[in-house]
């Protein structure tokens, strides 16, 4: 397949990377995305690669009793069965302390036969001492220690197994989020050329940032990685620390992730228009962009789903903008899609669970990472209304799942909530907490479910992505004016609103919203109106699943970030798509699916 445009070689870092159910390597949704935005790369022909860690005993295996309460086991694999091993090595600093790194190889082929290696970093070597060689065992494991430790080796390791594996010759390196900002100090360093830290020029730090891009995720100050300066002299050794705080890095004696990237990037983004402009307002002295964030169009898209398109336009798996004909497919045949996707569900939620949940009831489902301003229990904020709207306009049955990060006590509290009003309501109307959400259930729920309901509390939800691959799959959403929404929301078209579009002072107007939308709109449609309710599915997928998926976002970072010269005009696309492809050193026979 030749490449889109005659982009630069590009090297994506990110902490946690989605690559597949039997991988661990991932968390949520920042994980997800760096796997989609990799695998649409290798659609496109983009010349790349991903950069992570091998997270031994992944995130955690996620166990919950009959009250909600959840427990973690570590999420044992075994890279070998999976990943190439590499021969290459290298040894980084921590401490003052030799430590070495190897590789493990994943390969992702694109949809014309492109690959995007990915490079999962790994200290369990016996030439490491036994805490060293913990250090890439867990996803967002451990102390503030452990976190900086495991940035050392993504970023100032990352940038020098590179160098081990061939890879020198590399024109962008793209920061997922701050994790990966130590990378800046590996590059510096290989610009210096053996010359001092200390002897830095602003031509220097203008070289650097030609070559870095950032995109940032997170709208809560608190949520961006710092780390205390006594720390980072520790970790890092005095010559590095005194280059950081000379540099700007340094804000109120702590070393500040998100800063760092600010400030040795060309290019800066942020995932929703609606977060850039509040990321903006964050860090105001620096030209954030948006790049909406976007899913995996085949990835995501269910087999029946998958099936339906390819008939009509087969297309649509290497152009996902023929996913806006979607508007043609007739009523009938989007139905019997549906119909099997949601089948597929309660079918595994039956093997799973034991519990037999009706395909011809309204099925509204809700699937993310369990903290508290996801507000999993906002639904169930009034269990006497869900009663009575079940009485008066029609049944409904809900699925949820999400992980509460291990040591968040209000995401595993609100877990709890969620499983004390299933209880409540088990009589009248069955709710359903599926254990241990990973891809698998992603899957499954995104495209079996009738209904998607999001509910986070703004303004903090970056983007969300949970509703794009539902929209994948004719899914609409209702779901509260944040994120990606802002953009996706076309009322009673693509889903439907809960709230007005400014916040509210208290979560009482978005609850009645959200329960007069039920009684009022969508109930009444789903059992009155069901052919009504059918062309709203596939609007959301001509509307939404066309434009909200990463072969569209990659696209924009390659007009847009990966390049400082002006983004081609359409002719120019035409000219460049008549170029031969840049191939990526170093294939393999493993390949993603």
């Known amino acids: 397949m030749q490449s889109l ?30 796997g989609d935005t990799l695998r649409s790369g290798a659609d496109l022909g983009v010349p790349m690669l991903g950069v992570t860690l091998l997270h031994r005993k992944g995130y955690f295996e996620q166990r919950l009793d009959g009250q909600g309460n959840q427990t973690e086991l570590p999420a044992i694999w075994k890279p070998e069965r999976v990943l190439d091993p590499m021969e290459s090595c290298t040894t980084i600093s ?43 065992d867990f996803l967002y ?27 020198s010759h590399l024109e962008i390196y793209h920061m997922n989020e701050g994790h990966p900002a130590l990378i800046n100090l590996a590059l510096i360093q290989q610009q210096l050329a053996g010359r001092a830290l200390s002897s830095v020029t602003e031509q220097d ?19 961006h990685d710092q780390f205390p300066k006594d720390l980072v002299r520790q970790v890092l050794g005095a010559e590095q620390a005194d280059a950081l705080e000379g540099a700007g890095c340094f804000t109120d004696g702590t070393l500040n992730m998100t800063y760092m990237a600010l400030k040795c990037s060309h290019y800066i983004n942020g995932v929703a228009m609606h977060h850039a402009e509040i990321s903006r307002g964050m860090f105001p002295n620096y030209p954030i962009r948006a790049i909406t964030n976007g899913v995996h169009a085949v990835t995501w898209t269910c087999p029946a789903f998958r099936d339906l398109h390819d008939r009509h336009f087969p297309e649509w798996r290497r152009d996902n903008l023929y996913l806006r004909y979607a508007v043609g497919i007739p009523l009938a045949e989007i139905k019997a899609a549906h119909a099997l996707a949601k089948r ?19 099925t509204i489902g809700f699937a993310r990472r369990a903290t508290a301003y996801k507000r999993a229990n906002l639904l169930f904020t009034d269990l006497d209304r869900l009663r009575r709207i079940a009485d008066r306009v029609g049944p409904f049955q809900i699925v949820l799942g999400g992980k509460a990060h291990f040591q968040d006590a209000a995401g595993k509290a609100m877990i709890r909530r969620v499983f004390e009003a299933a209880a409540l309501l088990k009589d009248k109307i069955k709710v359903v907490y599926m254990e241990n959400y990973d891809i698998h259930w992603g899957q499954l729920i995104t495209s079996g479910v009738d209904l998607w309901l999001n509910t986070p509390e703004r303004p903090y939800e970056a983007s969300g992505t949970s509703g794009m691959k539902a929209a994948l799959n004719g899914v609409p959403s209702l779901s509260v004016p944040d994120g990606w929404w802002f953009e996706g929301h076309v009322e009673g078209v693509t889903g439907w609103d809960v709230g007005q579009e400014e916040t509210p002072e208290s979560p009482s107007q978005e609850v009645s919203d959200l329960y007069n939308n039920l009684e009022q709109t969508i109930l009444p449609m789903f059992y009155g ?25 990659v696209s924009q970072y390659l007009l847009n970030a990966f390049r400082e010269e002006p983004a081609l005009t359409a002719p120019q696309v035409l000219v460049e798509l008549l170029r031969p492809e840049k191939t ?4 393999s026979n493993k390949t993603s699916t």
């Open 5 to 34: 445009v005659d982009t630069p070689k590009v090297a994506y870092f990110s902490m946690e990377i989605a690559l597949e159910s039997s991988i661990p390597t991932y968390a949520g949704g920042l994980g997800v995305l760096a």
């Open 205 to 223: 730090r203008q070289g650097l940032r030609r070559k870095c891009i950032f995109t940032t995720h997170t709208p809560v100050p608190a949520g």
């Open 584 to 587: 990526m050193p170093g294939q």
């Open 141 to 167: 494991g451990g102390d503030h220690h452990y976190r900086l430790c495991q940035e050392v080796i993504l970023g100032i390791g990352g940038i020098q197994m590179l160098d081990a594996l061939g890879h």
């Open 94 to 136: 921590i401490e003052g302390r030799k430590v070495q790194l190897r590789a493990w190889r994943y390969v992702i082929r694109g949809v014309g036969g492109h690959t995007v290696p990915v490079y999962l970093l790994d200290t369990a070597l016996a030439e490491n001492s036994p805490y060293d060689q913990t250090l890439t």
């Open 529 to 553: 109106r069901p052919d009504a309710y059918t062309g709203v599915m596939r609007s959301t997928i001509a509307l939404n699943g066309s434009f909200f998926n990463t072969q569209r976002m």
């Open 344 to 362: 597929a569900l309660l079918e595994e939620i039956k093997n799973n669970n034991g519990v037999q949940l009706e395909e011809s009831i309204m």
